[in-house]
């Protein structure tokens, strides 16, 4: 009898385990990897600060998340490899300030029960929604505000068990690509560029004055 509990338990917590599967949204291009900087760009030292909201029944600040955002903005930075050194409370050339959101619906804990309740034969999803608004600031005094929004989204039902799609890996990876977008936008924003071309002196102006061709 007890064997038999045990064998029941251990094919119910398989169903679980087995019967979900979790898919990015695709609401942001996914970033593979990063452009080299152009000769009109140059790394810089970036400084951040950021927090972590969780929004299910009312928005609460979340210290753990917070954490984990962090290290997923610090990896992206490095990944980038457009930055010298980064971190929170140094004196950046760039700095940026960003609140990290992760929304769920409250109405999605029924359909997941009813799931639940039966062996994963009637299926269910809970959508996990990723909100990241961040604001840049230069040294010169320009600012540049961003709002990039995703979402990953776990399917509950028992054909599930087949399909791939990590539960932790997927939200990991789309939080991550988040990240990346913001520093693309950063760089096409003109952050990166030196700051002799960003006070109009570029190569361009000299070429054009000192070549012959051009002399009226």
């Known amino acids: 009898m007890l064997k038999s509990l045990v064998f029941i338990s251990l094919?119910?917590?398989?169903?679980?385990?087995?019967?979900c599967a979790c898919f990015p949204?695709?609401?942001?291009?996914?970033?593979?990897?990063?452009?080299?900087?152009?000769?009109e760009e140059k790394k810089k030292t970036v400084s951040y600060s950021l927090s972590a909201e969780t929004e299910m029944f009312g928005r609460s600040s979340n210290p753990l998340a917070r954490a984990v955002v962090e290290n997923e903005l610090a990896d992206a930075?490095?990944?980038?490899?457009?930055?010298?050194?980064?971190?929170?409370?140094?004196n950046g050339e760039v700095t940026i300030d960003a609140q990290f959101v992760n929304a769920g619906d409250p109405a999605a804990l029924i359909p997941a029960i009813i799931t639940g309740l039966s062996l994963y034969?009637?299926?269910?999803?809970?959508?996990?929604?990723?909100?990241?608004?961040?604001?840049?600031?230069?040294?010169?005094?320009?600012?540049?505000?961003?709002?990039?929004?995703?979402?990953?989204k776990l399917v509950q039902w028992l054909p599930m068990a087949v399909v791939p799609g990590g539960m932790l890996e997927v939200p990991l990876s789309v939080r991550k690509n988040i990240w990346k977008n913001l520093i693309i936008r950063m760089r096409q924003d003109g952050v990166l560029r030196s700051?002799?071309?960003m006070n109009g002196k570029s190569n361009i102006s000299v070429f054009i004055f000192t070549n012959p061709k051009y002399r009226g």
């Open 11 to 19: 094919g119910l917590l398989f169903v679980v385990i087995q019967g």
């Open 195 to 197: 700051s002799r071309l």
């Open 25 to 39: 949204g695709n609401k942001l291009p996914q970033v593979d990897s990063f452009p080299p900087l152009g000769e």
């Open 121 to 152: 034969i009637i299926p269910s999803w809970v959508t996990d929604e990723f909100i990241l608004t961040a604001t840049v600031k230069t040294q010169d005094g320009k600012e540049y505000s961003y709002k990039l929004e995703d979402e990953s």
């Open 77 to 90: 930075i490095r990944e980038s490899g457009y930055f010298t050194t980064w971190g929170s409370g140094i």
